[in-house]
């Protein structure tokens, strides 16, 4: 099994930008598909992105696509995700998870997931 931690949360406001990363230790980091999650207080788990194991394609929910970018360094065993032109309602605990099997835009696709870093954009 792959473990895998966030950071880079953080108390921002409307417009502005952070990077938010992963770091992944134990089994092979480069051979996974990783993506990035959200949930909001009383709202169900959301895919905002995915990138596959060798970083050829990225897949972004409509509503961060043109705003985050996704990218990996399979160096370092760590992904990524810059958010840009952050607004309130990107306000959600952000996850990041090792893909398994299925669709990339389904929590239920990924076998492991980190413990969660908070985003909270104020207007």
């Known amino acids: 099994q792959v473990q895998l931690v966030e950071s880079g949360g953080g108390l921002v406001q409307s417009g502005d930008s952070l990077r938010l990363s992963c770091a992944a230790s134990g089994r092979i980091f480069s051979n996974y598909n990783m993506g990035w999650f959200r949930q909001a207080p009383g709202k169900e788990r959301e895919f905002v992105s995915a990138i596959s194991w060798y970083s050829s394609s990225t897949y972004y929910a409509d509503s961060v696509k043109g705003r985050f970018t996704i990218s990996r360094d399979n160096a370092k065993n760590t992904v990524y995700l810059q958010m840009n032109s952050l607004k309130p309602e990107d306000t959600a605990v952000y996850y990041c998870?090792?893909?398994?099997?299925?669709?990339?835009?389904?929590?239920?696709?990924?076998?492991?997931w980190g413990q969660g870093t908070q985003v909270t954009v104020s207007s």
């Open positions: 998870a090792a893909h398994f099997t299925g669709s990339f835009y389904s929590p239920l696709s990924y076998h492991t």
